[in-house]
């Protein structure tokens, strides 16, 4: 097999990787290309790939362990745990996916012990307007925010925890009691470490964290919105355009995302979601 290419995006974020066909089995030198570029840019992308949910799920476990994700219990393709749909699509009158998922910034299970360490989407179809494609995804890189912010903020920030909370976010579907009570509140640092590279980013986000440990409620919130606006600022954004067969993982130490709520039917929207599971944030 070819070496696969690495193409930066020249945003803060972002690269495409051609000359691979994930529907194949990987070598070990194709794979530690994606991985050093996945550790370097954050977000990356495939084009022009046909993949069954088995291809999937198995390209999903050269990053370590596919996670199951409670949508999934409700949304799995074929009846899988590990693969779901994100999908405004309805059949006899019932979703087949999450319709707004994904609609404000943040960083997929931070509510968990464990949060997600990478996530994968596949595109099945990807809604157009005139042949204008809608539906982006955006991308700010936590990394380069981290490193932009004046010393004596990093300072203030070193030791700090946030209190993260399932029951946050406002949700696209219905969560359950069960599904509430698999995830109570956890501490996580706001500054968290990668577990591969090292590098620091910031771990925080407007909803799904709620309280900073040790401030009280007005000092926690200005903190919290200072911190998640800094994220988002432009120059730490890489956006999206999603082509059908269009493969994208992210790194969710790196990065937070966002996705753009631009379309409704009859224009339709399918993707497969994958996770893969991460260790405690240090």
């Known amino acids: 097999m070819p070496a696969p290419t690495v193409h930066p995006s020249g ?8 000359g691979i066909d994930l529907a194949k089995d ?3 030198e194709t794979f530690a290309v994606i991985q050093q570029a996945l550790d370097e840019h954050g977000v990356l992308y495939f084009r022009n790939q046909t993949l069954t949910p088995e291809h999937q799920i198995a390209f999903t476990a050269y990053f370590g362990e596919p996670d199951v994700n409670f949508n999934a219990l409700r949304f799995g393709v074929n009846g899988s745990p590990i693969i779901y749909r994100i999908s405004n699509i309805t059949e006899n009158g019932q979703a087949i996916g999450t319709r707004r ?11 968990a012990k464990n949060p997600a360490l990478a996530t994968m989407l596949y595109a099945v179809e990807v809604p157009t307007l005139h042949g204008l494609p809608l539906g982006g995804t955006g991308f700010a890189n936590a990394a380069a925010a981290y490193d932009a912010l004046p ?6 920030i070193a030791n700090l925890k946030g209190v993260f909370d399932f029951r ?5 579907s219905p969560v359950s009691a069960e599904d509430i009570a698999k995830y109570p509140p956890v501490e996580h640092p706001i500054v968290r470490t990668h577990p591969r590279t ?7 986000v407007r909803d799904d964290c709620t309280a900073i440990v040790g401030k009280d409620a007005r ?39 966002r996705a753009v709520q631009d379309y409704d039917l009859p224009s339709r929207r399918l993707l497969w979601r994958t996770t893969v599971k991460g260790s405690v944030p240090v």
């Open 11 to 18: 945003r803060a974020a972002g690269a495409e990787i051609t």
């Open 26 to 28: 990987l070598n070990s």
């Open 101 to 111: 998922a994904g609609e404000t910034w943040h960083t997929d299970m931070s509510y």
């Open 151 to 156: 010393q004596s903020m990093r300072d203030a």
């Open 168 to 172: 946050g976010r406002k949700r696209s």
């Open 198 to 204: 090292g590098r620091k980013s910031l771990y925080i």
């Open 219 to 257: 000092e926690s919130q200005a903190l919290i919105e200072a911190l998640a606006d800094h994220i988002i600022k432009p120059e730490f954004i890489y956006q999206h355009t999603w082509q059908q067969g269009d493969v994208v993982v992210w790194d969710n130490c790196t990065v937070q995302h």
